[in-house]
């Protein structure tokens, strides 16, 4: 099944500007205690000098490729149609692994012989490396969970295999770019059984590059628009799990208002609030809600 009997995984790279970050995330993944893998590294047009500090790294399992500027979707697909392992594995350039990661990987497509998608517990942590929170308890039902919770899966902790990833490529539509990610693993989920590993194998860092607080509020609600419409009218989900578009808009809605909120867009954060009460009263009850509320009279006064 492999492209390349040598190589099982190939990590997929896409970066744009984070020459400060990326450095960092390849050692860790050169790190690994599992041999039989390749980096991919796809520059998204980087303006900063990404190419001269990758290009630094003398490993013969790193491979750099840059090309014109597409958004992470298309960056993705590129690096997808090249490489030669079993599984892709879609890594962010600006956070990293633990040395068990594909260690943690290859028991697991043993142990399920080869499935089509899985995914790995991962960390999020703040600039001094302290654990924020941990996503390491994803039990039972994902797919369902995937519907009716929202995207709780990190592009690092995602492998499918390469037949897969070539028949369900990412969505390349820039203005989708932030949630591209969420509708393929949603999209999959109407196709194929979710795996997981509850491993932590990779951390997630929040950084100030990764705020919100800069964000373009039209930017945002139209990435959303975009997100539900994409799940929603996607024929696969339309003909077995239409009636959990609910849940779909529920979770957008919710989002956009704790980001916009977070963000200092009052006004609008309320708006959307509402929504999200007018589409599922008992998300009124949540710690979600809350951290919405919160935030809502955090930034009364602001935009």
Not at 48 to 70: F, L, M, P, S, W
Not at 194 to 218: A, L, P
Request: charged fraction near 20%.
């Amino acid at each position: 099944m492999a492209n390349n009997p040598l190589i099982l995984f190939s990590i997929v790279i896409p970066t744009y500007n984070r020459a400060t970050f990326i450095v960092e995330t390849v050692q860790s993944l050169l790190a690994q205690s599992y041999a039989k893998f390749e980096i991919i590294i796809v520059d998204d047009g980087s303006t900063d000098n990404t190419e001269a500090v990758i290009k630094n790294i003398k490993d013969e399992r790193v491979q750099y490729h840059k090309v014109t500027n597409g958004e992470r979707g298309a960056a993705r697909n590129y690096g997808a149609k090249i490489a030669k392992g079993e599984y892709i594995n879609f890594f962010d350039s600006d956070d990293v692994a633990y040395p068990i990661h594909l260690d943690t990987a290859f028991k697991l497509v043993n142990n399920y012989n080869h499935p089509e998608i899985f995914h790995l517990g991962y960390d999020v942590v703040d600039s001094e490396r302290k654990v924020v929170r941990a996503v390491n308890d994803l039990t039972g039902d994902v797919n369902l969970r995937l519907f009716t919770k929202g995207n709780v899966f990190s592009c690092n902790g995602v492998f499918m295999r390469k037949d897969i990833a070539m028949n369900h490529p990412f969505i390349e539509d820039r203005n989708l770019a932030g949630s591209e990610d969420a509708v393929l693993w949603m999209q999959l989920a109407c196709h194929y059984k979710w795996i997981c590993d509850n491993t932590v194998t990779t951390s997630i860092i929040d950084h100030d590059s990764r705020s919100v607080v800069s964000m373009n509020k039209e930017k945002l609600i139209g990435r959303l628009n975009l997100f539900v419409n994409n799940v929603t009218t996607y024929p696969p989900f339309v003909a077995r799990f239409s009636s959990y578009s609910k849940y779909i808009r529920t979770e957008a809605y919710t989002y956009a208002a704790l980001h916009l909120a977070m963000a200092g867009y009052t006004k609008d954060a309320l708006v959307y609030l509402l929504k999200m009460y007018g589409n599922d009263i008992s998300t009124f009850a949540t710690r979600r809600n809350l951290a919405c509320i919160k935030r809502i009279i955090l930034s009364v006064g602001s935009k």
